[in-house]
């Protein structure tokens, strides 16, 4: 996945619904492993593979706390990503080409 254009990479790492759900779920709270299996009935070593994608994407930061280590969502990372998906999205100015344009005789 690391030889993908930045965008391309961004958006399969959230194509996969699990992922998705996974940063839903991190709105607002840190989560472990075991809070988020439990709420998405995914085993703790599926969990643990979505993280770390999502961590090596740059979008969870995780925090140790005590014997647990807990997942946030990174919030400067998510903004980047935001912006770059609203500029792949934003509508263009669309110029008229020379092809457009009837022929004259």
Do not use: F
């Not at 990479?9 to 619904?17: C, K, S």
């Not at 940063?23 to 009935?41: E, M, P, Q, T």
């Not at 770390?52 to 994407?57: K, Q, S, T």
Request: aromatic share 4%; charged share 25%.
């Amino acid at each position: 996945m690391k030889d993908l254009p930045p965008l391309a990479r961004m958006l399969q790492v959230i194509a996969v619904g699990t992922r998705v759900r996974i940063i839903h779920l991190l709105k607002g709270r840190a989560l472990c492993v075991g809070a988020l299996s439990a709420r998405l009935d995914v085993t703790q070593g599926g969990v643990s593979q979505h993280l770390r994608i999502l961590r090596e994407a740059g979008l969870v930061v995780p925090e140790k706390r005590g014997y647990y280590v807990h997942y946030r969502l990174n919030n400067k990372a998510l903004r980047q990503w935001r912006g770059a998906i609203d500029r792949l999205l934003e509508p263009q100015v669309i110029r008229r080409c020379s092809c457009s344009k009837k022929r004259q005789r």
